[in-house]
């Protein structure tokens, strides 16, 4: 593309991804991902989603878009979420992995090895299966994009998060060396927000929780006030930035964790 740009149609189709983007999102019924695949779907953007039967089951989903039932614990369900896909998406040009779970808060010393091993298998372990399965599609891509999904409880060190924390931590890692073996086609990114108002604070969309109401896991009220935004994060506020390293004006950005949390990292 030419340096500068001299319309709002050039500006508008550089800020976002293209209509003719193939776009699979992992963990789309989730309320991060619900936001991107509505608004994607709304550019004209061609997207796969992909998510536990119980998540899918709860959405009314955008004309066109396919789902597709996994589970990323299992290497089976990965491969056979796969091998499911619409014949036109052996070519992928952006993934999204917005999927990712915790528990009940609990110390080192409370936390057995399943909960453990439960927490790296969904968090980390399905983000490289995820990943590994999808790289030969995004390589058929003359320019590729991929956001990755952390936390940035991964940075604070939250007490009771220890499984979530390591495990998201990883993903930054692998996000790192995803950047380094797909370039220079292929852009590796992650977004780690802080604490945004989905189901997730109050057990978790798969598990049967609602987008509204007191969440379980923290107060709103006083996480606003340790926020220099003074205010709880809500999807919008990561669709932006999702969006953008979907989209061309990314194009030299790669192996970054963009951390979305009004500034709470700041004083944490």
Known sequence: MKSGMSNIDE????????????????????????????????????????????????????????????DVRSEDSVLAAFAALPAGFAQLDALVNAFGYTGELASVEQTTSEVWDNMHDGNLRGMFLVCRAAMPRLRRAASASVVMFGTGIAQIGAAGYAAYATAKAGVGSLTRVLAAEGAPHIRVNAIAPGGIDT?????????????????????????????????IGDVDDVLGPTLFLLSPASRYVTGQVLHVNGGALMRD
């Open 11 to 70: 500006l508008s189709a550089f800020v976002r991804p293209a209509a003719a983007t193939r776009l699979l999102v992992v963990g789309g019924a989730g309320g991060i991902g619900f936001a991107i695949v509505e608004a994607c779907a709304a550019l004209g953007v061609e997207v796969v989603v992909m998510d536990m039967p119980q998540s899918i089951a709860r959405r009314q989903w955008p004309q066109g878009v396919v789902c597709i039932d996994i």
């Open 199 to 231: 189901a997730f604070l109050r057990g978790g969309f798969a598990e049967g929780a609602a987008e509204a109401g007191a969440p379980k896991r923290i107060s709103i009220d006083d996480y606003a006030k340790r926020v220099p935004m003074a205010r």
